[in-house]
């Protein structure tokens, strides 16, 4: 496979995602509040504590939350062009998670401390950076905290939503996290992969979840704080929107996938030749931009991505709960991160089918016992964990659907506890909760099935 032909290709996919996000904000700008709303938005964005889940549509509107996910990508997307970097489907994997958690936490003044520290440890271990910005991107997920170290954190009770109290305290704090994350992380990777033997396609958020562990027990149970929780603010251009974000958003990514699936169709001669081969892949260890071009990869996004679409639409459609807001629309990305390493429809729709029966079970059981129920499946935080969860596909890949199914449900039986542990203030929770699941089911089924345990990790 032509490597560089990739390079190129990938970097091109960034751009063309860059420059929809930016037509994006310009057309919401054009319906709901014009360019200074779009501005007014971005500030209160920018200067707004994030934790889980803060819908920067009510923080900032519906265009300037388009606006931070363009700028934010397209600034990530330069650093990598300017510093010659290559682009991998890693770093590809990266950048679509940047995009999604620029709808729910990510901003134009937070993800630096961090991404700053990763080049720093690089640097200082001699290694090129540049083989390594897939992991800062990746540390990027700590944003909310540098968010509230910079902003709230300092002040406490003091603090007043929409207003600037950056102190020294604050920056000193910020630094200090940047460092940590960078000089800790890296190596965290590493360790990640080792206890879930790639079993958890978001590596990440196995990683990072423990690091947030101690960093929120230091700064908050330690010293005897407490979490103030996400911002309560409804935004004047989100307020009275509603359901109409549904068809903005339906066109969004039907431009976005639809557009995927017919550029990789013609870039693979106008067929979908070997697409049935990719789909027999386990996508345990895989790459399927290295073993099979990016016009394929582009197939697989657009197909993988219109199921999720469809899933999203169907649970909207079926139970009470969220619509498209920002963390949907980031969820959607999220869910198609690694359509080029690792996810297709054939190992992800048992994790979703595992969500699906794990809720039918408790409707059964409320209803039996008369109870309300406590949540469906387009509950917010069900949302966006699901679409993490697709990160189980290695173990539908290589156990079975059966296997998927049961990973599915683990995963939304323990989704909504894992934010506790880090206070909300990383974003891989969902990749958190894949890796705890995938810790349980690969002990078990490596225990049932010996002769397919993984060795040398």
Not at 265 to 287: A, I, Q, V
Request: proline share 3%.
């Amino acid at each position: 496979m032509d490597l560089s032909k990739n390079d190129k290709q990938i970097k091109g996919l960034c751009f063309c995602l860059g420059l929809v996000l930016l037509a994006a904000a310009v057309i919401s700008a054009a319906i709901w509040g014009g360019a200074e709303g779009l501005l007014d938005g971005w500030l209160r964005i920018l200067i707004s504590p994030c934790p889980l889940m803060t819908d920067y549509f009510r923080v900032g509107g519906i265009s300037g939350t388009f606006f931070n996910a363009a700028v934010c990508s397209l600034a990530c997307l330069l650093i990598i062009v300017v510093s010659g970097a290559k682009a991998t489907a890693s770093l590809l994997a990266s950048y679509f998670l940047v995009v999604a958690h620029c709808f729910y936490g990510m901003n134009f003044l937070n993800i630096w401390p961090c991404y700053i520290g990763v080049i720093i440890y690089y640097c200082y271990k001699k290694k090129d950076f540049r083989q390594y910005l897939h992991v800062a991107m990746f540390t990027m997920a700590f944003g909310p905290l540098v968010s509230e170290v910079l902003l709230r954190y300092p002040v406490g009770k003091g603090f007043v939503l929409g207003e600037v109290q950056i102190t020294l305290t604050g920056v000193l704090l910020t630094v200090a996290v940047g460092l940590a994350a960078g000089m800790v992380l890296p190596g965290m990777l590493e360790g990640a992969l080792w206890m879930h033997k790639g079993y958890n396609l978001y590596n990440g958020g196995l990683a990072f979840g423990l690091v947030g562990c101690f960093l929120y027990a230091f700064l908050y149970k330690s010293m005897g704080l407490e979490s103030s929780g996400p911002v309560e603010l409804n935004h004047r251009l989100y307020d009275g929107i509603g359901e109409t974000t549904w068809l903005f958003a339906n066109v969004l990514f039907l431009v976005i996938f639809l557009t995927a699936l017919i550029a990789g169709y013609r870039m693979n001669g106008k067929s979908f030749k070997n697409y049935g081969e990719l789909m027999k892949e386990t996508g345990h260890f895989s790459n399927f931009a290295d073993k099979y071009g990016m016009p394929l990869c582009l197939i697989n996004l657009g197909f993988y991505g219109l199921m999720v679409l469809a899933y999203m639409n169907l649970i909207m459609l079926f139970t009470e709960g969220m619509a498209f807001t920002g963390p949907t629309i980031g969820a959607v990305f999220a869910a198609v991160t690694f359509s080029a390493i690792g996810q297709h429809p054939k190992n992800t729709w048992p994790i979703f089918l595992g969500y699906v029966a794990l809720f039918l079970l408790v409707v059964f059981l409320c209803t039996v016992q008369g109870r309300e129920l406590p949540w469906t499946l387009s509950t917010q935080g069900y949302i966006n964990v699901v679409a993490f969860a697709t990160g189980l596909a290695p173990i539908a890949g290589r156990y079975g659907w059966r296997s998927g199914v049961a990973a599915g449900i683990v995963s939304a039986a323990i989704c909504t506890s894992t934010s506790a542990i880090h206070g909300g203030f990383m974003l891989f929770n969902g990749g958190f909760t894949a890796g705890i699941t995938a810790l349980i089911m690969v002990s078990v089924l490596e225990h049932h099935f010996p002769h397919m345990k993984v060795k040398g990790i």
